[in-house]
């Protein structure tokens, strides 16, 4: 499989996004998680494996929807390293030509900010919610509002309460 | 743009299809029509540009859908010999690896039969009509089911009729 191809499927199939979710471990209450993933049906699952072998990191899980008979595979990078020492490397090598390719700009400055230990004040995290909002990747990804993680940030006391309503259900 | 990421973003975005319609021309009442497309949103049309130039065939259109406020484009190429020369050739040489592999061969198979002239006769034409009903290529732009074209094809008669009623439409 080369490199070139990759880079076309990922524009067409692949998404770079930035998910946000509550934390007790951390100051401020809130963790962003950087996410590159790419799904296909199941008789495509060995494009993904092939993916995965060339870019040298991740795993492929299924992930199959709950409402649908269909069978789907993704392909998943969390694992910040790995997106910074593999992923990010190879699409500044290998572009993408679509829209997507601002998406992944704005990906790699989140990782990159987090790389600076930027999300841990609120100024930074405020940052890097307002960039990953103005990201083109699906809204279906966002299990949460802007509004509410800007607000939370706002104040700590906010933001304390509302994690013992959250721990508390 | 390389030849490799039109392969990967072809694998991913393009589709091989035939679409069938009835026809006064031919004797025997319908006609065939094998298409490569792509689909795109509106911001990410150049890439779409850019392929066409690659391919040195076909053209980009919009294709605004009616139900949305989306705006789409799609780059076509309908002419058989554009097909037969340019865009077969080149997804021999820069190779698919998903599923839609095998839609590739099926409309390779079915535009070379084409050539041959053998969708002329109601044998090759309903060989056809099998063929393009097995590929995974969207049912979205099936207009008509396999069930009429195999049963109108059974008779002269039937077409006729069937031909009459149409055009009194």
């Known amino acids: 499989m080369e490199n070139h191809y990759i880079a076309g499927f990922v524009d067409g199939e692949g998404s770079f996004h930035v998910a946000f979710q509550r934390s007790k471990d951390v100051k401020i209450g809130w963790q962003a998680i950087p996410e590159f993933h790419i799904s296909q049906n199941w008789p495509s699952k060995g494009v993904l494996e092939a993916i995965r072998e060339k870019l040298g990191c991740g795993y492929v899980k299924s992930n199959h929807a709950k409402s649908t008979r269909d069978k789907t595979f993704v392909y998943v990078v969390r694992n910040r390293q790995d997106l910074i020492k593999k992923v990010i490397p190879f699409f500044e090598t290998y572009s993408l030509h679509t829209e997507k390719w601002k998406d992944f700009q704005k990906f790699r400055t989140v990782v990159e900010m987090m790389e600076q230990n930027e999300h841990l004040s609120k ?29 939370s940030l706002k104040s700590s006391e906010t933001i304390r309460s509302a994690l013992v309503t959250e721990s508390s259900k």
Do not use: D, P, W
């Open 123 to 151: 100024e930074g995290f405020s940052k890097i919610v307002q960039i990953a909002y103005s990201m083109n990747a699906h809204g279906m990804y966002r299990k949460v509002g802007i509004e509410k993680i800007l607000t």
